[in-house]
């Protein structure tokens, strides 16, 4: 009989191929073109040895490209002939631990179809088991201690499997092999109150803290308008809509108009909020006079078995109290004792809290609001090796972190505003976990410039060496790393605040970036921020400022809605604070642009959350409307007095907030005319569906962020690709 010589081969992949069935995936694919050698996880990804003669290499090469499992992510793939070892046969190896972590943790997703069968199969050994899962699905980073991905190292540890768990867990030919949150009714998890009892209670118009993957949910039958009015008033959350969930997509195209794109993220397996124009078919209390609604679709056993009992959908919005993360534990979740009626828990520990992540599709583009459950923590492969192992702290309002080693940067998931001790110690916890999973110590660490943001007095109390980037480079900067840009582009930064170099507050800026630095091309003129941080919940001392820029002391004397909410003493008061300075920094931020014309129309004086202004002006326009306002250009200054003058005498708010609306999107393009150079749009503004849509249409080539937030969620990215070595 021939001899076949064959040679040994050493495959390193990385990328997510840990806890997604992978190694599995390999031993079957090995045993299918009778190959022998052996597969391992180790802390930087999956490692194969095997032998094989050149044609048998090539396809098997070719099945791991093209036939991945479902959650599996291939970011390299290196191939080494190494000196020849004999083995008898193709077999898994226990992990190994190296000295760099740098696998990634997989997120947590969707319930897969096949565990969805399962769930509803009475012959099924786990028939309405709240908790199935499998290699192809269900909670992974919420669980998650440390590297590498293995039971002993999560939450699951508790929970010691059953003899016929175990079974399936040791067998690399089953669905269930190494998935390390299986187990059944016997030995896994156990739920604190029966679903009917669940149902009972929503039925009768309770409201319930319902313990889901990264965090509680607060629920209640959202065709029920007396409950979804009381928990606004118990959650002190008058207006800001609530997110609604459903069983199914045939439920959710009863409540919405939904696009193929829509679709296809309402059913994806990370199960996104999606922001969708509502059918009005529930009560007005659910998104108060919003034409928009937040779907998503049940994503675990637990909230599938709720609503197939319920057979209603139901609000489910984040337990938190205001400006307070996700509550994850009873303990954090007691401070919401007079919000619900009971609680539907679990005893598996939620290690690392994620809240649900927010999406919308615009011009067919996703944009991701909230990066979170589902797609976080984010790896973003960088077009240069970091000379440094790199820790960003983000910004001050929708917080992330960030850490970067080599090519790799691994973005947190959505943490929230900075604005108490609950969040700064979540913001901390969320540091830790980074480092602690990826056994990571960085060199150097980068926040923004901002002195006020507790993010840049945490990089100055707790690290030597530390570097600050300027707020609104980095938001162009992240989007350059997303998109793999390393060349020159002209970047319009829209947001609500950020420290500029002169110390005052930007967030009307056009850039010009490159990775070496950037150049101020343009900006809108400066104003007032009456009271400070009061003018960013009051867009009525916005609009006051700029009536005393155009008219002076006339102003106040002027018969407007916005000159008439204060009294007199305190329009008094803030002329004089006008006229001098105090505590009124100036801004050219065009979020508080937004926030004047909401006064100036009437639309909104005080504003109950964040973005609730640009909200309201995106219902007001009207596409028929074609004409803008004057703005002029003086050298780099963007004057647009005129069109705040030219609002003042609109009698119909609707062609004044359209043709608002236009000037800018005019006034953009009109700029970046001017060079020519690829233009990127980032922050937060355009999250602004209208803006997006007509910036979009006027500017087709424009990039925008899909897969990290515009607004400052993707700050921390930014930070670590201003680090980035330029002579690489």
């Known amino acids: 009989m021939k001899h076949i010589s064959f040679n040994t081969y050493l495959i390193r992949i990385t990328g997510t191929v840990q806890g997604v069935g992978f190694r599995p995936f390999i031993y079957q694919l090995a045993h299918k073109l009778h190959l022998k050698g052996e597969v391992r996880n180790d802390s930087a990804g999956v490692t194969i040895v095997v032998n094989a003669i050149k044609e048998q290499l090539d396809t098997f090469i070719t099945q791991i490209k093209t036939n991945l499992p479902p959650l599996a992510k291939i970011d390299s793939l290196e191939l080494h002939e190494v000196t020849t070892r004999k083995f008898e046969t193709f077999s898994i190896v226990q992990s190994e631990n190296l000295f760099l972590t740098s696998a990634l943790i997989p997120p947590d997703i969707a319930i897969c179809k096949a565990c969805e069968k399962e769930l509803f199969d009475p012959t099924n050994r786990r028939y309405l088991h709240p908790f199935i899962t499998c290699t192809d699905c269900g909670v992974r980073y919420s669980i998650i201690e440390k590297l590498p991905y293995d039971r002993k190292n999560t939450s699951m540890r508790f929970f010691p499997m059953c003899e016929a768990c175990q079974k399936e867990y040791n067998d690399p030919t089953d669905r269930r092999y190494h998935a390390q949150p299986i187990g059944c009714h016997e030995c896994g998890p156990k739920l604190s109150m029966s679903i009917d009892?669940?149902?009972?209670?929503?039925?009768?118009?309770?409201?319930?803290?319902?313990?889901?993957v990264g965090g509680y949910?607060?629920?209640c039958d959202a065709t029920n308008e007396a409950v979804v009015i009381k928990l606004r008033e118990c959650k002190r959350r008058p207006a800001k809509p609530f997110a609604v969930m459903v069983r199914e997509l045939k439920e959710a195209k009863a409540l919405a108009q939904i696009s193929e794109k829509e679709?296809?993220?309402?059913?994806?397996?990370?199960?996104?909020?999606v922001l969708l124009r509502s059918k009005n078919a529930l009560p007005e209390s659910v998104a108060p006079g919003i034409s928009k609604i937040g779907l998503f679709l049940a994503y675990t056993p637990l909230h599938i078995l709720l609503l197939e009992k319920l057979q209603k959908p139901i609000v489910a919005t984040s337990a938190n109290v205001t400006d307070e993360p996700i509550a994850t534990t009873r303990e954090s979740?007691?401070?919401?004792?007079?919000?619900?009626?009971?609680?539907?828990?679990?005893?598996?520990?939620?290690?690392?809290?994620?809240?649900?992540?927010?999406a919308m599709v615009v011009n067919d583009q996703v944009v991701m609001i909230r990066r979170a459950r589902g797609y976080a923590p984010a790896s973003v492969k960088l077009p240069k090796p970091l000379p440094q192992k790199v820790l960003a702290l983000g910004a001050n309002q929708k917080s992330t972190v960030a850490i970067g080693f080599e090519k790799e940067a691994i973005l947190s998931p959505h943490i929230g505003d900075l604005e108490s001790i609950e969040s700064l110690g979540y913001y901390e916890k969320n540091i830790e976990t980074l480092r602690r999973v990826y056994d990571f110590t960085p060199d150097l660490v980068v926040c923004d410039k901002h002195p006020g943001?507790?993010?840049?007095?945490?990089?100055?109390?707790?690290?030597?060496?530390?570097?600050?980037?300027?707020h609104h480079y980095a938001h162009i900067f992240a989007v350059m790393a997303e998109k793999g840009i390393t060349g020159e582009v002209l970047g319009v930064a829209f947001d609500g605040t950020g420290y500029g170099d002169d110390g005052n507050l930007w967030g009307g800026e056009f850039l010009r970036c490159d990775m070496r630095g950037y150049e101020r091309m343009a900006h809108f003129r400066y104003f007032r921020l009456l009271g400070g941080t009061k003018a960013i919940k009051e867009p009525r001392r916005v609009a006051l400022s700029l009536l005393f820029d155009l008219y002076g002391e006339k102003a106040l004397t002027l018969p407007h809605p916005t000159v008439q909410s204060f009294s007199p003493t305190e329009r008094k008061t803030l002329y004089l604070s006008w006229q001098k300075g105090l505590n009124a920094p100036l801004s050219s931020s065009c979020g508080r642009i937004f926030d004047a014309v909401a006064s100036l129309t009437d639309v909104c004086q005080v504003m109950s959350f964040e973005g609730e202004s640009g909200m309201l002006l995106e219902e007001l326009y009207d596409e028929s409307v074609t004409e803008s306002y004057e703005t002029r250009l003086h050298e780099d200054v963007i004057d647009f007095l005129p069109m705040i003058e030219a609002i003042l005498h609109e009698a119909n708010p609707r062609i004044a907030v359209s043709k608002f609306f236009n000037t800018l999107v005019e006034t953009v393009v009109q700029i970046s005319d001017l060079y020519d150079l690829p233009v990127i749009l980032s922050g937060g503004v355009f999250q602004n569906r209208i803006l997006l849509e007509l910036l979009l249409k006027r500017l087709p080539n424009a990039l925008i962020p899909n897969e990290v937030p515009p607004n400052d969620g993707g700050i921390a990215l930014g930070q670590v690709v201003s680090l980035l070595d330029r002579s690489a």
């Open 333 to 358: 979740l007691e401070k919401l004792r007079g919000v619900y009626d009971a609680v539907l828990d679990h005893d598996r520990e939620i290690v690392n809290g994620c809240d649900d992540s927010v």
């Open 197 to 212: 009892e669940a149902v009972r209670r929503l039925h009768e118009g309770e409201i319930l803290a319902v313990k889901g």
């Open 263 to 273: 679709e296809a993220l309402l059913i994806s397996k990370e199960r996104p909020i």
């Open 453 to 470: 943001y507790e993010s840049t007095k945490y990089a100055k109390a707790n690290f030597s060496n530390v570097k600050q980037v300027q």
């Open 217 to 219: 949910h607060l629920v």
